[in-house]
């Protein structure tokens, strides 16, 4: 079963940094494009960042750009996202995907994972 596991979310402070992991188990990542989407309260799942299986090219929403940095480990088959510089407008919920190429819309991406929880607050 292909399966993805988000992890690193939590309770940081604006203007902090969080790393979230993103491993896959039952496939290999070598072969997709994964994104990280975001999910707000009341708000759409909006694309984040996205790295293609090569690694080599990147894609970041204007909003995090400068920010966040998108990176894969194939070897331990997972995807990282670092996160600095942190602001309350990044609260939510992120996921990562798996797809064949890189795209800013959720539908064209699968193998969800459950989601981590990164809250920005003083």
């Known amino acids: 079963q292909l399966q993805l596991v988000e992890s690193g979310g939590g309770l940081v402070q604006p203007g902090g940094s969080l790393r979230l992991s993103c491993a896959a188990s039952?496939?290999?990542?070598?072969?997709?494009?994964i994104g990280w989407f975001r999910q707000a309260p009341g708000k759409e799942r909006e694309g984040v960042s996205c790295?293609?299986?090569?690694?080599?090219?990147?894609n970041y929403a204007d909003s995090v750009k400068g920010r966040f940095t998108i990176s894969r480990d194939n070897a331990k088959n997972t995807v990282y996202l670092q996160m600095n510089s942190l602001k309350p407008e990044d609260t939510a919920v992120y996921y990562c995907?798996?797809?064949?190429?890189?795209?800013?819309?959720?539908?064209?991406?699968?193998?969800w994972g459950q989601g981590t929880q990164v809250t920005v607050s003083s």
């Open positions: 790295i293609r299986s090569s690694g080599f090219r990147t």
């Open positions: 039952g496939f290999t990542l070598d072969y997709y494009a």
């Open positions: 995907a798996a797809a064949s190429l890189c795209s800013r819309w959720s539908r064209d991406f699968g193998s």
